[in-house]
């Protein structure tokens, strides 16, 4: 896995790239805690355009920066799911959770 961002004013748009699985959790929990405590934004888009396939682990690194923020009034969505991690996100029921843009700019749009 490899994880980038952007700053769009205060909306950061998080892109995950390649496997998002069990050993990749911690990494990707602080990456995002970090961004929050530095670039302090005001939103989270996640574009998983590039992402292959995620476990148990991702899915549930997902949920809990998604309840994270929304406790603090924060908003985190994604985007530009893949049909493989869209039909995992549909057995696990996290689409029934979370907000998933088609695109990018819908997400934008949103927020």
């Known amino acids: 896995m490899n994880v980038t961002h952007r700053?769009?004013?205060?909306?950061?748009?998080?892109?995950?790239?390649?496997?998002?699985?069990?050993?990749?959790?911690?990494?990707?929990?602080?990456?995002?805690?970090?961004?929050?405590?530095?670039?302090?934004?005001?939103?989270?888009?996640?574009?998983?355009e590039q992402t292959t396939h995620v476990d148990s682990a991702g899915i549930g690194i997902i949920l809990m920066l998604f309840r994270t923020f929304q406790k603090i009034k924060i908003k985190f969505v994604l985007c530009q799911v893949g049909e493989q991690v869209s039909t995992i996100f549909d057995l696990t029921q996290l689409s029934r959770i979370t907000t998933i843009y088609s695109t990018e700019e819908e997400a934008l749009a949103s927020l």
């Open 7 to 48: 700053m769009t004013g205060k909306i950061c748009i998080l892109s995950v790239i390649g496997e998002l699985l069990d050993q990749d959790v911690s990494e990707l929990q602080s990456y995002v805690m970090n961004l929050f405590e530095s670039q302090t934004p005001h939103a989270f888009v996640m574009n998983l």
